[in-house]
């Protein structure tokens, strides 16, 4: 018990020292800014790329999965031959920052954007306000907005109103407050936001005026179409909705998205067009579903999801091409989601990430599409069990193969006759996938969780998130949690003032780079 208490007193020490270097970098930044701002040293056109959720592993993975997929079979040899496939990989300018708030080494979404957007820690839960909850921050958007005249551009996957974007415009003591959110939203005055559908759009109980009719009142264009958002031209202030939603009204995982159907880089594209102006503008660009797909242990989306982040960045790197002295692009992550580890038990050294390209469908997609009408029609395992090989690739035990004790032996670890990384299901992992569609079938949603159903299952179906475990382990992915963890993330810099973020340092340092490059204060 002594060793605890001492143990938070100094934890809470720590965070505290950090945060005064930070409050001290912070004024030391602002003291030499302006003479670069000045001297017109400054970047005029700002791109902030965060992956939600995306840290090392989720590039890491990415990168080696595109190398295993060039290969000649996927397997490690194929993977040391593998050249950085990520255009920001070779960026100029490499460094890390750490990521813990107020409130845990492991943080959540808004208080790191807080970081990222004002330099300040706060609470997990919270955006741009302190721990009081009675001070909000200014970010970073809206400095330059005010202070240089930027255009300002807010493009994420996930909802609008939600942590991550909301951390560029929105002051509240919960992330939960969406139609508050939604309120600052417009009355920000950015000129462009892109993405998600807006949560709670005409508050909690229903009874509040719609935040579209809103916006449209305070001169936004709301488009809800592609055919509408491909009209849309330069100078144009505009709110847009993806036009094929899908789960919690944000856009589709890549994966999952239809011939034609837009993504995360066509709306950096029309951003740009529709941004750029002789002051400059800034562009903070989130890809929210990698850590949704990592949230549900789903390696594969958050894979797609992760070069799809990519392609929007190839985007500012095109742009960077025709304004090299003048642009600044920086891709960095908020947090890391799931514990996700490049290697796993059953396949000792080796990986078989090829694997994962039998995946053809996301999680949330197999659960909106096939296990609610499973569940509505009773439908059968065996049954069950042949969209399983047809989405995932997952073939059922040969005749014979199957024991009903289901017992982990080295057998089933490593099955004679078969390669590992074989697709085919051990009597271990097919007596697994069976129980798991059993608890799917029987479950209502109200159930309390014991331990071992939540490390088994997290909050998800238990017959989709075993899919995922399986499909993974057999690839040499795993992961280790339901939820964010510590680790640093990457933060990769190209262009004017690149060589600011070099190094290992505070999250809270993105912002302070980003304010001393500008002059802003």
């Given at each position: 018990?002594?060793?605890?208490?001492?143990?938070?007193?100094?934890?809470?020490?720590?965070?505290?020292?950090?945060?005064q270097?930070?409050?001290?970098?912070?004024?030391?930044?602002?003291?030499?800014?302006?003479?670069?701002?000045?001297e017109?040293?400054?970047?005029?056109?700002?791109?902030?790329?965060?992956?939600?959720?995306?840290?090392?592993?989720?590039?890491?993975?990415?990168?080696?999965?595109?190398?295993?997929?060039?290969?000649?079979?996927g397997?490690?040899?194929?993977?040391?031959?593998?050249?950085?496939?990520?255009?920001?990989m070779?960026?100029?300018?490499a460094?890390?920052?750490?990521?813990?708030?107020?409130?845990?080494?492991?943080?959540?979404?808004?208080?790191?954007a807080?970081?990222?957007?004002?330099?300040?820690?706060?609470?997990?839960?919270?955006?741009?306000?302190?721990?009081?909850?009675?001070?909000?921050?200014?970010?970073?958007?809206?400095?330059?907005?005010?202070?240089?005249?930027?255009?300002?551009?807010?493009?994420?996957?996930?909802?609008?109103?939600?942590?991550?974007?909301?951390?560029?415009?929105?002051?509240?003591?919960?992330?939960?407050?969406?139609?508050?959110?939604?309120?600052?939203?417009?009355?920000?005055?950015?000129?462009?936001?892109?993405?998600?559908?807006?949560?709670?759009?005409?508050g909690?109980?229903?009874?509040?005026?719609s935040?579209?009719?809103?916006?449209?009142?305070?001169?936004?264009?709301?488009?809800?179409?592609?055919?509408?958002?491909?009209?849309?031209?330069?100078?144009?202030?505009?709110?847009?909705?993806?036009?094929?939603?899908?789960?919690?009204?944000?856009?589709?995982?890549?994966?999952?998205?239809?011939?034609g159907?837009?993504?995360?880089?066509?709306?950096?594209?029309?951003?740009?067009?529709?941004?750029?102006?002789?002051?400059?503008?800034?562009?903070?660009?989130?890809?929210?579903?990698i850590?949704?797909?990592?949230?549900?242990?789903?390696?594969?989306?958050?894979?797609?999801?992760?070069?799809?982040?990519?392609?929007?960045?190839?985007?500012?790197?095109?742009?960077?091409?025709?304004?090299?002295?003048?642009?600044?692009?920086?891709?960095?992550?908020?947090?890391?989601?799931?514990?996700?580890?490049?290697?796993?038990?059953?396949?000792?050294y080796?990986?078989?990430l090829?694997?994962?390209?039998n995946?053809?469908?996301?999680?949330?997609?197999?659960?909106?599409?096939?296990v609610?009408k499973?569940?509505e029609?009773?439908?059968?395992?065996?049954?069950?069990?042949?969209?399983i090989?047809?989405?995932?690739?997952?073939?059922?035990?040969?005749?014979?193969?199957?024991?009903?004790?289901?017992?982990?032996?080295?057998?089933?670890?490593?099955?004679?006759?078969?390669?590992?990384?074989?697709?085919?299901?051990?009597?271990?992992?097919?007596?697994?996938?069976?129980?798991?569609?059993?608890?799917?079938?029987?479950?209502?949603?109200?159930?309390?969780?014991?331990?071992?159903?939540?490390?088994?299952?997290?909050?998800?179906?238990?017959?989709?998130?075993?899919?995922?475990?399986?499909l993974?382990?057999?690839?040499?992915?795993?992961?280790?949690?339901?939820?964010?963890t510590?680790?640093?993330?990457?933060?990769?810099?190209?262009?004017?003032?690149?060589?600011?973020?070099?190094?290992?340092?505070?999250?809270?340092?993105?912002?302070?780079?980003?304010?001393?490059?500008?002059?802003?204060k």
């Open positions: 018990m002594k060793a605890r208490k001492i143990f938070a007193i100094l934890s809470a020490a720590m965070m505290i020292g950090t945060m270097t930070s409050v001290a970098l912070a004024e030391e930044n602002t003291a030499t800014a302006p003479a670069a701002q000045e017109g040293t400054a970047p005029k056109y700002i791109f902030l790329f965060i992956g939600d959720g995306m840290s090392y592993p989720q590039i890491q993975s990415a990168n080696y999965y595109l190398s295993a997929s060039q290969g000649e079979n397997k490690t040899d194929d993977i040391l031959k593998s050249q950085n496939n990520l255009c920001f070779d960026f100029e300018v460094g890390s920052a750490q990521t813990f708030d107020s409130t845990s080494f492991c943080p959540d979404s808004a208080s790191t807080t970081s990222i957007a004002t330099g300040n820690k706060t609470y997990s839960g919270t955006i741009n306000m302190d721990e009081t909850m009675t001070v909000s921050y200014e970010t970073i958007a809206e400095k330059l907005k005010e202070q240089l005249g930027y255009k300002i551009g807010v493009l994420t996957s996930v909802n609008l109103n939600h942590a991550t974007p909301a951390a560029f415009y929105a002051h509240q003591a919960s992330r939960n407050s969406y139609y508050e959110i939604g309120e600052e939203m417009i009355e920000s005055g950015f000129d462009y936001f892109a993405g998600g559908g807006l949560l709670k759009e005409t909690n109980d229903g009874d509040q005026e935040l579209y009719t809103l916006a449209k009142e305070a001169g936004y264009t709301v488009v809800k179409t592609k055919e509408e958002a491909e009209a849309l031209t330069n100078g144009a202030k505009a709110i847009v909705i993806d036009e094929t939603l899908a789960d919690s009204d944000s856009m589709s995982y890549a994966m999952d998205l239809e011939e159907e837009w993504g995360l880089a066509d709306y950096v594209e029309k951003g740009i067009e529709v941004l750029d102006n002789e002051n400059g503008f800034f562009m903070m660009v989130e890809g929210g579903k850590d949704w797909a990592c949230h549900a242990n789903d390696a594969a989306a958050s894979i797609t999801d992760t070069l799809a982040l990519e392609e929007a960045v190839e985007k500012a790197v095109e742009f960077y091409n025709e304004h090299p002295e003048e642009t600044l692009i920086l891709v960095t992550g908020d947090h890391e989601t799931g514990g996700m580890s490049i290697g796993f038990a059953g396949t000792n080796d990986t078989f090829t694997n994962l390209s995946q053809k469908i996301s999680y949330a997609k197999f659960d909106s599409d096939y609610v499973y569940k029609e009773g439908t059968d395992f065996d049954t069950v069990m042949k969209d090989t047809e989405l995932f690739g997952l073939l059922p035990p040969t005749e014979g193969q199957v024991d009903e004790s289901a017992k982990l032996d080295s057998k089933d670890a490593h099955p004679e006759g078969e390669e590992q990384g074989s697709l085919v299901l051990t009597s271990y992992e097919y007596e697994k996938l069976k129980t798991a569609y059993e608890e799917t079938m029987t479950r209502t949603g109200e159930e309390e969780l014991n331990q071992e159903e939540y490390v088994l299952y997290g909050s998800y179906e238990p017959l989709t998130v075993t899919i995922t475990h399986i993974n382990n057999k690839s040499g992915i795993s992961f280790t949690s339901y939820s964010h510590g680790l640093p993330v990457e933060v990769f810099a190209q262009g004017n003032g690149a060589e600011l973020f070099g190094g290992y340092y505070d999250n809270t340092e993105i912002y302070h780079k980003m304010a001393e490059l500008t002059g802003v």
